[in-house]
Structures are given as C-alpha cells and as structure tokens.
C-alpha cells in the first residue's frame, strides 16, 4: 500500500484510525494529518509499544484499508 495514496486521503480514513486506535485523540489524528512517522510516534508513546510493533500495526491498518482508497 501507497501510504501517501493513506495520506492524501487522511481526512476520509482518520475516522477510521481513530476507530484502530481509540487511545488516540482527534486531535491527535487531525494533527498527525496522514504523516505515518508522526502517526507510529504517537502509537508508540500513547500505547507503550515498540516501533516496529507499531510500525506492524500501521502496515496492517494501510492493508485493512485497501479496498477504501482504489474505490
């Protein structure tokens, strides 16, 4: 998956993130705007996990989300 195809799409999937990641805030998700650095960073501090689980997490949601962005 194209994460910047996620990116530019991001105000359409936030809500989507937002569901993945409850411990996130709108906020949060409005400020992270897409950005995947910014996104694992915020998943790493709010969940207590490491990046690469993080970065597992964003890979699976980028692959969820698939069929949503080719439509």
Do not use: C, P
């Not at 960073?41 to 080719?70: L, R």
């Amino acid at each position: 998956m194209n994460w910047d195809r996620i990116e530019g799409n991001w105000k359409q999937l936030s809500g989507k993130a937002q569901e993945k990641w409850g411990k996130l805030t709108h906020d949060q998700v409005d400020v992270i705007a897409g950005k995947r650095e910014q996104l694992s960073g915020k998943i790493q501090e709010t969940y207590g996990i490491g990046k690469d689980e993080a970065n597992k997490q964003i890979d699976a949601f980028a692959a969820s989300i698939h069929d949503e962005i080719n439509n």
